[in-house]
């Protein structure tokens, strides 16, 4: 019997201007775009959604 291992991607937001990470792994979009959105008014900056395949 075979099992597949299918790598799941994890979403990180990233701040445009340092591009370092601003938050932790995220599973789903609906939760990253919230937390986008709640950094944004805090920084006061861009922060992009990275797809990420870490182990």
Do not use: C, N
Not at 9 to 20: E, H, N, Q, S
Not at 47 to 55: A, G, H, L, S, W
């Amino acid at each position: 019997m075979h099992r597949w291992v299918i790598d799941v991607p994890k979403l990180v937001l990233i701040d445009t201007k340092t591009g370092m990470r601003v938050r932790h792994r995220i599973r789903s979009i609906k939760q990253a775009v919230k937390q986008q959105e709640w950094y944004e008014a805090k920084l006061g900056r861009r922060i992009r959604i990275e797809k990420v395949f870490d182990p």
